[in-house]
T-cell receptor, first 113, second 116 residues
């Protein structure tokens, strides 16, 4: 089944404790992206990647890192999480940058205490 | 700054009603407008619109784009409880060469609740 898989689905952590949210897609998509969703603010892009080893900042990249060493994986790293990073996170992918139809993962609900 | 605004923010109707959801946008270099349905967690794709005046339909759902007035509407006829969800509108823009930047700018979403 074609899908975008995120893990974990839920995560509670404390301020400053490094964490990684994994994202994997099995559709051979070139383009992958991370969004966060907050009440009243909609979905906002954090980082995106147009292909392996090519990443760029979105609208709200502060406090996050990403890497794209393989085509299928695009992990999101929070080196030193803070409470304002408590949010619902989505990984998404599409065939290429020029193809706007995004496929979303099931989301990761992160709480930073 | 690119902006996408949806209205209403929430809507409560009864089964069988028809609803119209609105999405207006202010962006430079518009490329396309997309509608997503978000139930529980992951948004799922509904429609992508690039040309004015051409209606896209899928069952009881339909959508149309007006590029002159910079808005789109999503219609749902004969609503069912399974239509209850958050409906998201998003806009894609392109660079000077016509290629997408690869980013969608989302509106806040409309929460639709359909009562039996």
């Amino acid at each position: 089944e074609a899908q975008v898989t995120q893990n974990p689905r839920y995560l509670i952590t404390v301020t400053g404790k490094k964490l990684t949210v994994t994202c994997s897609q099995n559709m051979n998509h070139e383009y992958m992206s991370w969004y966060r969703q907050d009440p009243g603010l909609g979905l906002r892009q954090i980082y995106y990647s147009m292909n392996v080893e090519v990443t760029d900042k979105g609208d709200v990249p502060e406090g996050y890192k990403v890497s794209r060493k393989e085509k299928r994986n695009f992990p999101l790293i929070l080196e030193s999480p803070s409470p304002n990073q408590t949010s619902l996170y989505f990984c998404a992918s599409s065939l290429s940058r020029g193809n706007e139809k995004l496929f979303f993962g099931s989301g990761t609900q992160l709480s930073v205490l | 700054e690119d902006k996408v605004v949806q209205s209403p923010l929430s809507l409560v109707v009864h089964e069988g009603d028809t609803v119209t959801l609105n999405c207006s946008y202010e962006v430079t270099n518009f490329r396309s407008l997309l509608w997503y349905k978000q139930e529980k967690k992951a948004p799922t794709f509904l429609f992508m619109l690039t040309s004015s005046g051409i209606e896209k339909k899928s069952g009881r759902l339909s959508s149309i784009l007006d590029k002159k007035e910079l808005f789109s509407i999503l219609n749902i006829t004969a609503t069912q409880t399974g239509d209850s969800a958050v409906y998201l509108c998003a806009v894609s823009i392109h660079n000077a060469g016509g290629t997408s930047y690869g980013k969608l700018t989302f509106g806040q979403g409309t929460i639709l609740t359909v009562h039996p």
